[in-house]
Antibody, heavy 120, light 112 residues
């Protein structure tokens, strides 16, 4: 079964850091681009970041650029999101998602998400 | 960034009737080199992650019932649910993957 399991969420104070992880199973991670998408409580979807299959092309939403870093370790079938300088507005459920193939592609597999709460 | 505008925000439809959701992009998301519209539709039920319904504007994902259809090109797109079923109650999102920054529509909540 193709599956993504995200973890690493929790509560953090503004200005602190968190690192999210996403473990893939049932498919070869290095065949495809991967993404992080977030959803604030009761709100819509916001794309956060993407990394291509090689790991050398990364993109970020303006709202997180310079604070978040996406990375991947295909040997561990894992995707990561390093979140620094957290802000209240980063509070959301963070989903990892697999692209059909490329960075500019639809997302055909989604993990269940990990909740990040930024609060003092 | 490309802005995706969905309408309506909320849609109440009787069982067995048709639901139509519109999505408009602030600029074209049609790429002439490959003749494709870079648009996807997702369904999200409470407490669950989104589920891909269509990509390339009208290509149905495996397992999606054929009462769902999608169409459109350029800047205007439509998701149609024919003969609405109880299982179709959800929020539906359009998503453009044309630009460097990927964006979603605000969502349309469909209820019976």
């Amino acid at each position: 079964e193709v599956q993504l399991v995200a973890s690493g969420g929790g509560m953090a104070q503004p200005g602190r850091s968190l690192r999210l992880s996403c473990v893939a199973s049932g498919f070869t991670l290095d065949d495809t681009a991967m993404h992080w998408i977030r959803q604030a409580p009761g709100k819509g979807l916001e794309w956060v970041s993407s990394v291509n299959w090689k790991g050398d092309v990364k993109a970020y939403a303006d709202s997180v650029k310079g604070r978040f870093t996406i990375s991947r370790d295909d040997a561990k079938s894992s995707l990561y999101l390093q979140m620094d300088s957290l802000r209240h507005e980063d509070t959301a459920l963070y989903y990892c998602a697999k692209a059909l193939q490329y960075n500019n592609d639809a997302f055909d597999v989604w993990g269940r998400g990990t909740m990040v709460t930024v609060s003092s | 960034d490309i802005v995706m505008t969905q309408s309506p925000d909320f849609l109440a439809v009787s069982l067995g009737e048709r639901a139509t959701i519109n999505c408009k992009s602030s600029q074209t998301i049609f790429y002439g080199s490959n003749n494709k519209n870079y648009l996807a539709w997702y369904q999200q039920k409470p407490g669950h992650p989104p589920k891909l319904l269509f990509y390339w504007a009208s290509t149905r994902e495996s397992g999606v019932p054929d009462r769902f259809s999608a169409s459109g090109s350029g800047t205007d797109f439509t998701l149609t649910i024919n003969s609405l079923q109880p299982d179709d109650v959800a929020v539906y999102y359009c998503h453009q993957y044309y630009g460097a920054v990927l964006t979603f529509g605000g969502g349309t909540k469909v209820e019976i």
